[in-house]
Nanobody
Framework: QVQLVESGGGLVEPGGSLKLSCTAS????????MDWYRQILGQPRALVAR???????SYADPVKGRFTIARDDEKNMLYLQMDSLKPEDTALYFC??????????WGQGTQVTVSS
């Protein structure tokens, strides 16, 4: 099973930007879609953004217009560019992927904290 490792989290002030990266141990072109989820303290894990193998992207309403998901199958990477960050974006962010056989892979998460 492909391992996913997130990086790029940290502390940022409101209005700032962060770029999350997800490194896969195997080929990402085996994944039909790749996602970013986040889990806010005390809440269930929620889908933030999804990108398919055809590069069709979709976003949760709270992040539309501020976050951009991208994938690079040559580098086996998934990214999440987060702009205009708000305190309510503070969460543990997870990389997730589904292959064409329906098998799932999850990363361990990277913490994003938006605070002044």
């Amino acid at each position: 099973q492909v391992q996913l490792v997130e990086s790029g989290g940290g502390l940022v002030e409101p209005g700032g930007s962060l770029k999350l990266s997800c490194t896969a141990s195997g080929r990402t072109d085996n994944f039909y879609y790749m996602d970013w989820y986040r889990q806010i303290l005390g809440q269930p894990r929620a889908l933030v953004a999804r990108i398919t193998a055809l590069r069709s992207a979709s976003y949760a309403d709270p992040v539309k217009g501020r976050f951009t998901i991208a994938r690079d199958d040559e580098k086996n990477m998934l990214y999440l560019q987060m702009d205009s960050l708000k305190p309510e974006d503070t969460a543990l962010y997870f990389c997730h992927a589904n292959d064409y056989m329906g098998r799932e892979s999850w990363g361990q998460g990277t913490q994003v904290t938006v605070s002044s």
